[in-house]
């Protein structure tokens, strides 16, 4: 009887354990995080989730300033401003998929801007007056707003159940519209090219 008890339990056991593997291999990560470069949708850090079984939806983008200024408050000698923003969207929906590897379309947006400053100054000697004075020598201040858009294909492949790497091709068009040095300075781009990203899957 203890041996007949003994089977029971460990059947038991064997059948639930069973059950539970099959269930999680069953169960695909919904979300992730992770960084990324797209040619269509910008880049940095990026987070998607799985809105339904074929579709997926991601964001990012980075943020990034940089100032630097050396003098004195009335004597500037040098002020170095650098500001950079990027955030983007794109959904994906799958085309094909196994349990390691999935095709998808996408298409997606991103918008941007960059300010970028340099302004510097040099003692100039003046020999009529026979002074120095603080000259500018160097004048950079340029800004532009981008946005963009653009369609592609992807494919991503995951690695040890939960690392997941990304690459993707597209066509993107992108207008951007600013200043160089105070002139107002109007652009439109297209591109074709790649992206790719690395990603935690959970």
Do not use: C, W
């Not at 797209?38 to 880049?43: F, H, K, L, P, V």
């Not at 000698?77 to 996408?106: P, S, W």
């Not at 100054?121 to 020999?127: A, L, M, T």
């Amino acid at each position: 009887m203890k041996h007949f008890i003994l089977m029971l339990l460990l059947s038991f056991t064997m059948v639930t354990f069973a059950q539970e593997f099959e269930t999680a291999k069953q169960v695909q990560p919904r979300n992730s995080v992770g960084i990324r470069f797209s040619n269509i949708t910008g880049y940095g850090l990026s987070f998607s989730k799985r809105l339904f079984d074929n579709y997926t939806f991601k964001v990012g983008g980075i943020a990034f300033y940089d100032e630097y200024v050396k003098g004195f408050k009335d004597s500037i000698i040098q002020d170095n401003k650098n500001i950079i923003y990027d955030y983007g969207f794109e959904l994906q929906r799958d085309i094909y998929k196994t349990d390691k590897t999935r095709v998808y379309a996408l298409g997606g947006m991103y918008f941007s801007k960059e300010h970028d400053k340099n302004q510097e100054r040099d003692r100039v000697y003046d020999p009529i007056s026979g002074t120095y004075s603080n000259e500018l020598v160097t004048f950079t201040d340029d800004e532009f707003d981008k946005v963009a858009g653009g369609l592609g294909i992807g494919i991503e492949i995951t690695m040890h159940t939960r690392f997941a790497i990304n690459v993707d091709f597209g066509y993107k068009f992108q207008h951007s519209e600013g200043k160089e040095s105070g002139i107002p300075v109007e652009e439109n781009t297209t591109t074709v090219g790649l992206g790719i990203g690395l990603s935690y899957l959970y």
